[in-house]
């Protein structure tokens, strides 16, 4: 027994990460059908997991930013607009494919009186409102309330004035960094703890009884995520790199992925990808500005939400979507996707934005939110996998795309 829990403790340090997470998944699925009071009991460990990652990681964002931008060189601009150009382009393009898919397969919603307390944002000036005031927000509030847009705009501002001061300084906010990133490690180490916990909790509570009633518009949602994962980002990544693009998206879709699938917080698992970024030998510089980035504003998941329950709604109601209507519902839900929070459900609550585009009222808008909430189980877990995942993709992208440039040169 003496000698059993040292090697347990030095399993879970030294081995595949991602093999234990895959053994987390399917102990947990099965916990759930033989013991399913249990299975809910042992919710506690992925609440735990998810805790520890949202707790650390507004830390590192912030930490890191600032580390990154007071000690870099001034190699990494061409770098960060490629990402942020891969960002915007792959999130309308999402958009696009979701409409494409819903006008290929159109879908009717159970509309019903569903009332809730969801508060959500009144147009696009509100939206614009809460982004110009999280901006502003107290740092130490920010970081409180894991508000990553104030967090983002105080790391930043932090970094340039670092800049400025002396090595040893820097040295002292190195350290820190190196020291935060530390603890994270730690916390992902956990990660087959919590994902056996989470996944066991949700099949034991839920199952898939509740959703067959919506089994026609989680296929739009999920086909659409799909073809954004395996066919558009892939194609963007050869467009950047002209090489094979699958090892890199399905190494991404596996060790990014399959955590992002069971926390469904794009925030959450910001350490995540940072440890996937070290592992594939991308430059920090680079990738500790990109990740928390992507985070904010990399939501193509999101944008395929967005579009397709909107358009599922206009269906229901017989409303006639013409192509130029289509169109500038991608770039609204592209915007709309962008100000979505890094939180579970997220995405949701931007719906009745869109919807105003087709004059839905807003007590129907809120009915499709309340939809959304029912398979929010497989559509925002999907949804929260494809956006983390390609944060790192479109990142090792631009990468590499910029070491091609240099070899040219």
């Known amino acids: 027994m003496r000698r059993t829990f040292p090697f347990l403790i030095s399993l879970i340090k030294q081995g595949s990460l991602v093999k234990q997470i895959l053994a987390g998944l399917v102990l947990g699925i099965a916990l759930a059908f033989i013991y399913p009071e249990g299975a809910k009991l042992c919710g506690i460990l992925g609440s735990f997991f998810v805790s520890a990652l949202k707790a650390v990681a507004p830390v590192l964002v912030f ?244 579009t397709v329950l909107t358009l599922a709604a206009a269906h229901t109601l017989g409303i006639q979507v013409d192509v130029f209507t289509a169109l500038l519902l991608s770039v609204v839900a592209s915007v709309c996707a962008c100000g979505a929070s890094g939180v579970p459900g997220g995405s949701l609550l931007l719906i009745p934005l869109a919807c105003g585009l087709f004059g839905i009222d807003q007590n129907v808008a809120m009915q499709v939110v309340a939809v959304g909430f029912v398979i929010g189980v497989l559509q925002d877990s999907a949804e929260t996998a494809l956006n983390s995942s390609t944060d790192v993709v479109f990142t090792a992208a631009a990468s590499k795309y910029i070491e091609r440039k240099k070899t040219k040169e």
């Open 63 to 306: 930490v890191l930013v600032a580390a990154s931008i007071a000690n870099q060189e001034g190699h990494t601009g061409g770098g960060i607009k490629s990402i942020l150009f891969l960002y915007m382009v792959g999130t309308l393009l999402a958009a696009l494919v979701a409409v494409v898919a819903s006008f290929v397969f159109p879908t009717s919603i159970a509309l019903a009186n569903i009332q809730d307390g969801v508060t959500a944002p009144g147009g696009i000036g509100e939206v614009l409102r809460n982004l110009l005031f999280n901006i502003v927000d107290n740092p130490v509030k920010a970081i409180a309330n894991a508000n990553y847009i104030g967090i983002l705009a105080w790391a930043i501002s932090l970094g340039f004035a670092l800049r400025y001061s002396s090595d040893q300084t820097k040295s002292i906010v190195s350290d820190l960094c190196f020291s935060v990133e530390y603890v994270v490690r730690v916390v992902i180490r956990l990660a087959p703890i919590g994902v056996f916990g989470l996944v066991a909790e949700v099949v034991a509570t839920t199952g898939l009884e509740g959703m067959l009633s919506y089994v026609r518009l989680l296929c739009v949602l999920l086909g659409s995520m799909a073809v954004i994962a395996l066919i558009v980002n892939p194609l963007l990544v050869f467009l950047c790199t002209k090489e094979n693009p699958y090892p890199l998206v399905w190494a991404c879709l596996r060790e990014s992925g399959v955590t992002a699938f069971f926390t469904r917080s794009s925030a959450a698992n910001i350490p995540v990808n940072m440890n996937l970024c070290r592992k594939l030998g991308l430059d920090e510089n680079l990738y500790s500005l990109s990740i928390p980035i992507g985070a904010t504003i990399n939501m193509g998941g999101a944008a395929v939400t967005i």
